[in-house]
């Protein structure tokens, strides 16, 4: 199987991998997914109008591309490229926007889940499309997706989404 290369793309989603024991030196793995952002938009990157202290930290103390690009200008089949590690030639159905996404595809959370991480996802994670008309039980960027339980607490918002992406995150982390 080809090697699985994770991006740090930022965004108004989460996916979150953490250990499932303590006790094992495994690294802990954020993936953060965004729609219509871009690199300028992050401090780390030097923005000098946008405030991003958390998203800045976690820069400085993991891994930061500094030369990255998306699959595909459509959002549907990049993700699903990011989450294979394939091209989105490579992807059948799941390289085009709005489509479904083929059970035989391997996906990053699903090779953490089995090798013991304890996975989850909150927000818009693979989408547009239907996961389920091809045998998949979740979607593919994370179990947790269609049931919600880490995608609960919501802030008082209008005109964005309503998502409270770091509550979530950490009643998942708890």
């Known amino acids: 199987m080809k090697d699985l290369v994770l991006s740090l793309v930022l965004s108004l989603s989460l996916l979150a991998a953490g250990s499932a024991c303590a006790a094992e030196k495994r690294p802990n793995i954020l993936l953060i997914i965004g729609d219509d952002i871009s690199w300028k938009h992050f401090g780390s ?53 709005g489509a479904n996404f083929p059970r035989h595809l391997k996906v990053y959370p699903e090779l ?44 008082p918002a209008t005109g964005i989404s309503t998502k409270n992406y770091a509550e979530n995150f950490r009643d998942f982390l708890n």
Not at 115 to 133: D, H, N
Request: charged share 20%.
């Open 45 to 97: 990157y030097g923005s000098q109008w946008v405030n991003t202290p958390s998203l800045d930290a976690l820069a400085k103390s993991g891994v930061l591309f500094n030369n990255a690009f998306a699959a595909a200008p459509g959002c549907s089949p990049s993700r699903a490229a990011l989450l294979t590690g394939r091209n989105i030639w490579e992807i059948e159905e799941a390289g085009s926007h």
């Open 112 to 155: 953490f889940k089995n090798a013991g991480y304890a996975v989850a996802s909150t927000g818009k994670a693979w989408g547009p499309g239907e996961y389920k008309i091809n045998g998949r039980q979740h979607n593919p960027a994370g179990e947790l997706m269609g049931k919600r339980k880490f995608d609960k607490k919501d802030l």
